[in-house]
């Protein structure tokens, strides 16, 4: 198996600026690996909330994380200003598979890619649910 390579920016539809925090660096000077899951979780979730229209705490239907990957390509630390990019893997009828690349700034390609899937489920059973309808049309908007 051949080692990951990181991801061209043009790879991706849809961007969030993110500034880095003190506290994101380890001992190493560097964003500890845990943080980056944190990004990728809150570019979804904004995503999700600002063009899908998820409403955290009230929807019946919620995506759970199910699966979660990174590749790690060059490292960063505070202060650095970082662009998360994300787009769609595939599509399912009541699950998505994301991919997010974190870029610094102006850089053309990817310093780390994130993977993660979301299952999507009627929170009152904890049974399998379609996606919903706004947040399906919202995700087309980043399939290749």
């Not at 964003?31 to 995503?47: E, I, K, L, Q, S």
């Not at 970082?82 to 769609?88: A, H, K």
């Not at 598979?97 to 993977?115: K, L, N, Y």
Request: net charge negative; hydrophobic share 40%; aromatic share 12%.
């Amino acid at each position: 198996m051949s080692r990951p390579q990181p991801a061209s920016r043009d790879r991706y539809a849809k961007f969030y600026p993110l500034a880095t925090r003190w506290a994101d660096n380890d001992i190493y000077g560097h964003a500890n690996n845990v943080v980056y899951y944190a990004w990728f979780d809150t570019a979804v979730n904004r995503f999700l909330i600002e063009c899908g229209g998820m409403q955290p705490g009230l929807d019946q239907v919620v995506g759970y994380v199910v699966a979660s990957s990174c590749d790690y390509f060059a490292p960063v630390s505070y202060p650095d200003s970082l662009e998360l990019g994300l787009r769609i893997e595939r599509l399912g009828s009541k699950s998505v598979s994301w991919e997010i690349g974190v870029f610094p700034a102006d850089a053309e390609e990817s310093c780390a890619t994130g993977r993660f899937t979301h299952a999507f489920v009627d929170r009152p059973s904890g049974r399998s649910a379609e996606i919903p309808a706004k947040i399906r049309a919202a995700l087309q908007t980043l399939l290749p």
